[in-house]
Nanobody, 130 residues
């Protein structure tokens, strides 16, 4: 069964850090690009980042998180991580990971489109507040 499970969310103060995990099962995560998205209450789900497979080696970040967030893989654990630093209240929301439908690459032109992903995790809550 193809599945993605996020973990690592929580409550953190502004300026703090969190590391989210996206554990894959039922497939090799390095055979696919993996995207990260977030959704705040009353807002649409938005793209945060996408990591291509190791063989492609191209990652993308939304402008709102570039320089603060970073994404990486641990292929031995079949897990993708989203390291979030210098967190702001506007980073709060439910964070989801998802598998790129087309395979290994996160494409520049459409990595941020929800329609490009075929498998989603259940999400993990991130709250940035003092």
């Amino acid at each position: 069964q193809v599945q993605l499970v996020e973990s690592g969310g929580g409550l953190v103060q502004p300026g703090g850090s969190l590391r989210l995990s996206c554990a894959a099962s039922g497939f090799s995560s390095d055979d696919y690009g993996i995207g990260w998205f977030r959704q705040a209450p009353g807002k649409e789900r938005e793209a945060v980042s996408c990591i291509s497979s190791s063989s492609v080696g191209i990652n993308w970040y939304d402008g709102s998180v570039r320089g603060r967030f970073s994404v990486r893989r641990d292929n031995h654990l079949n897990t993708v991580y989203l390291q979030m630093n210098s967190l702001k209240p506007e980073d709060s929301g439910i964070y989801y990971c998802a598998r790129v439908m087309s395979g290994r690459a996160c494409e520049r032109s459409h990595w941020s489109r929800l329609s490009q992903y075929d498998t989603w995790g259940q999400g993990t809550q991130v709250t940035v507040s003092s």
